[in-house]
């Protein structure tokens, strides 16, 4: 496809997804106002930005910008910490802070991510299997594409012993299916409380903060987690990640981050929360854009013939998007096109490699201003069939515009 075609169908997608657009819009404005209310509620000032050294006692920095998380969230208490280098840290704190030698828990979205693999069953590497942690996982049932919980499946693990922790992973992975709403997360979380009570559910939140105009903890999750640079990061958070649900449940997490003796009394952070606090207030509008841009590369696409999720007239849980390519060279040309109008290393060319904590060699194409950022226009995808490339950011509209007409050009040309 040469480029004035692809501009062409770009701008056609554009225009049909008005009304698409208006419902993001929506969400957005009700989600800005959530946010805007936490700061409110706490009092935010200018104070709060300075950083701290050593132990970092009465760091109210760090202290308010972890109870703005929790309101912004619906949660009663939160960790939000720069030492949480990745989401996959911040779901391994979650996981460990809650559960004992003998517990058993479960995923009921099917096999977790695949860095949790180890985190989860690792050998000779402080693995939760390793501290006599049980681990099981149920698989998803499917309308079309649409995931759905095994009820039945589900009823007959809890029923059968005791089990400490259900865990739902709320994004895709690598896998090829819609996300799971928090609508549906609601469902799960009244079914498993009625069966057995004291069940925790855990939520792996990442790629889902502000998609929807509700979270999960407002539903009842006693725990969530995610990264600080993916979406609710807002692409200013440098670094960090969080944990945030029921204040007892997150004290534990706490108490894992840095010691028992310590919890969430300590951790200094020099550099300031300035990034962190920014960041927050500008998530739903940055959600926003990566929204409109995942809806924009389905689109575009699909109408070439691609297979796409979101779909035509499905709804998004999550900002990522997924594209079935014919063949190993499109997914890297794909990727290669991502990287060629990234703001930063555009002049980079991203090379399939074994990338620590995944089982087979991905490719990642993300020029962007805090490395590794997943809300920012990012490619990438593991190089095994079906040939699938996933899609997400970017910080800004125009850029996915950008993003969408070069990919065109060298996948179709």
């Not at 946010?35 to 509620?41: M, N, P, T």
């Not at 079935?324 to 990234?342: G, N, W």
């Amino acid at each position: 496809m040469d480029r004035q075609s692809a501009e062409r169908l770009v701008n056609e997608c554009i225009g049909e997804l008005a009304a698409e657009f208006r419902r993001i819009d929506d969400i957005a404005l009700f989600n800005q106002e959530k946010v805007l209310g936490a700061f409110r509620k706490n009092a935010v000032q200018a104070r709060h930005f300075t950083g701290s050294t050593g132990y970092g006692y009465d760091d109210a920095g760090r202290d308010t910008l972890s109870q703005v998380f929790a309101d912004a969230l619906g949660a009663e208490s939160a960790v939000v910490s720069p030492m949480i280098t990745a989401g996959t840290q911040a779901l391994t704190l979650m996981l460990f802070g809650v559960l004992r030698p003998g517990d058993i828990f479960i995923s009921v979205s099917g096999k977790p991510y695949d860095t949790l693999e180890d985190v989860i069953s690792g050998e000779n590497c402080g693995s939760l299997k390793e501290f006599g942690i049980d681990f099981d996982s149920i698989a998803l049932k499917y309308d079309g594409l649409t995931p759905l919980f095994d009820y039945e499946a589900v009823e007959n693990a809890l029923k059968k012993r005791f089990v400490k922790a259900v865990f739902v992973g709320r994004s895709r992975g690598y896998e090829w299916r819609s996300a799971i709403s928090v609508e549906q997360i609601a469902e799960l979380i009244a079914f498993v409380k009625k069966i057995s009570p004291k069940t925790l559910v855990l939520v792996d939140n990442c790629y889902g903060e502000f998609v929807e105009k509700a979270e999960p903890a407002e539903v009842g999750a006693d725990l969530i987690a995610g990264s600080l640079i993916k979406n609710i990061g807002g692409g200013i958070a440098p670094t960090g990640g969080y944990i945030a649900g029921k204040k007892d449940l997150v004290d534990l997490v706490a108490k894992r981050l840095t010691a028992p003796s310590l919890g969430a009394e300590v951790g200094s952070y020099d550099g300031g929360y300035t990034r962190f606090y920014q960041g927050l207030f500008l998530a739903p509008q940055v959600t926003k854009n990566a929204l409109k841009s995942a809806f924009l590369f389905a689109k575009a696409y699909g109408k070439l013939g691609f297979s796409t999720l979101p779909a035509a007239g499905m709804p998004a849980y999550d900002i990522v998007t997924s594209i079935r390519m014919d063949s190993a060279k499109q997914l890297t040309d794909f990727c290669e096109a991502v990287q060629s109008v990234s703001p930063v290393d555009s002049n980079v060319v991203p090379v399939p490699w074994a990338m620590p904590g995944y089982q087979h060699d991905v490719i990642m194409a993300a020029g962007a201003f805090v490395q590794g950022s997943s809300i920012e226009l990012s490619a990438d995808a593991p190089i095994k069939e079906p040939y699938i490339v996933y899609v997400q950011g970017a910080l800004t509209f125009e850029h996915a515009v950008i993003a969408v007409r070069e990919t065109l050009c060298r996948v179709t040309g």
